[in-house]
């Protein structure tokens, strides 16, 4: 038997009537630090209930990083989708967790300021099965209200 990979997204809903800051911290990579930091990109509600993942990065007026620490903040509106990471499909599998490479996550919005640091974020996000979702179908999500 074999098996196959894919990309697992995670991703942050805005489900709220008004903007949302979301502040994520990078765990320390091996060697350069965080020289990779991949752009915050987004999708509507409407995109990601209907599997249309055409991301979009944010505009320069909606987030900053700092590659060197390794710190992402994000502005996203009422009904769009940040996609904060990805995992390989094996790691969310076998090893759940293992591999997230996100150590602080700050959501602060409407209902005030939440913070997750170390295994609390994994944990807080709920796996979503879409079967039009290509190989494997999942999804995991942090809806904030």
């Not at 505009?59 to 009422?78: L, N, R």
């Not at 996609?83 to 996550?105: T, W």
């Not at 979503?128 to 999942?138: A, H, L, Q, Y």
Request: aromatic residues 12%; proline residues 6%.
């Amino acid at each position: 038997m074999s098996a196959c990979s894919y990309i697992t997204p995670f991703v942050v809903i805005n489900s709220s009537e008004n903007q949302l800051e979301i502040y994520y911290e990078l765990k320390p990579s091996g060697m350069m630090p965080h020289e990779n930091v991949r752009k915050p990109s987004v999708i509507s509600v409407q995109e990601y209930n209907s599997g249309n993942f055409q991301w979009r990065e944010l505009p320069p007026d909606k987030f900053e990083v700092d590659s060197a620490k390794g710190i992402i903040k994000a502005f996203i509106q009422p009904n769009e989708v940040l996609q904060i990471e990805s995992e390989d499909s094996i790691g969310v599998e076998e090893k759940p967790g293992e591999h997230f490479d996100i150590k602080k996550l700050s959501l602060n919005g409407t209902s005030g300021l939440i913070t997750y640091e170390g295994d609390q974020i994994y944990k807080q996000f709920k796996r979503e099965e879409k079967s039009w979702f290509g190989p494997g179908g999942t999804v995991f999500v942090i809806n904030y209200k």
